[in-house]
């Protein structure tokens, strides 16, 4: 069992930056490939970076040069580095854990921390 929880949200002007967190307890935290997810109103959840066990990363179009995703396995801590943002990263942003194995799919989720992008 993973627990995940983020952190760093806020309200910050375009143009800004701020830093998520996601802190994860349980082990094996540098197995899982983990991901950050948005969900604005009314839209559907989106995926905007993805970081692998092997440290491969891909990053959602709208947010390639902008975001940078990591992870630190000896703090079981992921990180979004969010910069020069705009009024449309406006959303409740989760991350995720999850690998795949013998035993199936194992996947978890936190519980989320806003993002408000506004002047």
């Known amino acids: 069992q993973v627990q995940l929880v983020e952190s760093g949200g806020g309200l910050v002007q375009p143009g800004g930056s701020l830093r998520l967190s996601c802190a994860a307890s349980g082990s094996l935290f540098s197995t899982y490939t983990l991901a950050w997810y948005r969900q604005a109103p009314g839209k559907q959840r989106e995926l905007v970076a993805r970081?692998?066990?092997?440290?491969?990363?891909n990053y959602a179009d709208s947010v390639k040069g902008r975001f940078t995703i990591s992870r630190d396995n000896a703090k079981a801590t992921m990180y979004l580095q969010m910069n020069s943002l705009k009024p449309e990263d406006t959303a409740v942003y989760l991350c995720?854990?999850?690998?795949?194995?013998?035993?199936?799919?194992?996947?978890?989720w936190g519980q989320g921390t806003q993002v408000t992008v506004s002047s």
């Open positions: 970081i692998t066990s092997g440290d491969s990363t």
């Open positions: 995720n854990a999850a690998r795949t194995g013998w035993f199936g799919k194992q996947e978890y």
